[in-house]
């Protein structure tokens, strides 16, 4: 199907797993912590356990580290029934404070893709999560400066979106959102009727993870890499000129 | 003083210990984790402990109760030797989550103000911390509709106003803050060259508190009370009638 993106006026690109690599750090977290526990339980029941917390937590502690280590701490103490040692509590916290200093690491293209389209739309960084970290992030990755406007998001559902479109004042049609999860980045844009890009990341949050007919005749398109989309928009210069001839 | 506030459009309105009660939960919670230490320490150095603790983790987990919780797990930690039971780590957990799921307790006259002077002002909220606890609160709350735009801040620094006045396309001279903390409300406005009224709290944390000399020679107002801020910010609108008259 071809999409039409002669209207995009805004891009607004997300960040974890789009811009820079961050799933990773959480799935190696997991294993570590599945390592510290495994005198307790299997991997998969610490993995399967650790994500039902998480779960449970999230309405409360919200996305990011900090609710994640708490949550890991919690799951510990159950998981062990309160025989857990003081040094493994600690490594726990430790595991947190070393994933809030990981260096950002940039994914394949990106600063190619934001140069070039920095050219002719405004770019913005629509995130969601803790916002020390992800301000953080955004500093250290040195991309502060292609970008209009930075939203950290607590959350990115539909409404969310809505007033962030009314807030840029424009038209869910001069939006495009390019972002590598199908239920916060995609999804939403769709039934808004703004347009979205997906950059699937190899590794996906199991709870970002959407089923098949969650997507069925929805209209947005699929790349294998961030550098893919600049062809497509630039058609849309091309159209325009076209137009203008 | 007399202070002129004849050209203020925005009154930008911190929010925890200005239109609700914040400090007084930690101030509890931290007699809570002293009790639960006891066996270890007296009250005094498990207080001082902890309040360095928090300053040392404070550029990495920021201001807000997840990253409170766990400086508490790693001081019982510390302040036991390692020998800190699993029930009393849960009981930690326990004070956290009982903290974000506090009801929003109002203080004296919020409404009354927020009523009167959202008819000749525009209102925003312009606070620090945890997003989602924020954004949590201000829905509790009830006050969203007399807010026009709510900024949270991972920290209030002068150039962290200044980039929110540039956002809101206002003058310094245009601005005024209200809030209960000299040194995240009022100082960093007055450095900038905005207004700002400090409206103190009956408590202040230790890290918010300034010395004398920092204040001395600083143009601000300080009330008792939220409700005295009505008639000096409707003399505004008497000198504006008396200039177009």
Redesign the interface.
């Given at each position: 199907m071809e999409i039409d993106y002669t209207n995009i006026k805004v891009i607004g690109f997300d960040a974890d797993d789009t811009l820079w690599v961050n799933e990773t750090y959480f799935r190696d977290a997991e294993l570590e912590f599945a390592k510290l526990l495994a005198p307790y339980e299997t991997a998969n029941k610490i993995d399967q356990e650790l994500f039902k917390k998480e779960i449970e937590n999230l309405p409360?502690?919200?996305?990011g580290i900090?609710?994640f280590?708490?949550s890991m701490?919690?799951m510990a103490?159950e998981l062990?029934n309160?025989?857990?040692?003081?040094?493994t509590?600690?490594k726990i916290?430790e595991i947190?404070?070393d994933m809030?200093?990981k260096p950002v690491e940039l994914l394949e293209g990106v600063e190619e893709v934001l140069l070039t389209l920095s050219k002719d739309f405004r770019l913005i960084v629509v995130t969601k999560g803790?916002?020390?970290?992800q301000?953080r992030k955004l500093e250290k990755s040195g991309l502060l400066d292609y970008f209009h406007h930075i939203e950290?998001?607590?959350?990115k559902q539909e409404a969310n979106y809505s007033k962030l479109l009314n807030h840029l004042d424009i038209k869910p049609s001069e939006f495009l959102m390019i972002g590598n999860s199908l239920k916060s980045d995609i999804l939403p844009l769709v039934n808004i009727k703004a347009q979205a890009i997906h950059v699937p990341f190899h590794t996906t949050w199991m709870h970002e993870q959407v089923s098949d007919n969650e997507t069925q005749d929805k209209s947005y398109k699929t790349v294998g890499n961030l550098l893919e989309i600049i062809p497509l928009l630039s058609r849309k210069k091309r159209n325009a000129m076209v137009k203008n001839d």
């Open positions: 409360l502690y919200g996305y900090k609710g280590v708490l701490v919690e103490l062990s309160g025989n857990i040692s003081n040094a509590i600690g916290l947190g404070k809030l200093n803790d916002l020390l970290d301000e950290i998001l607590s959350d």
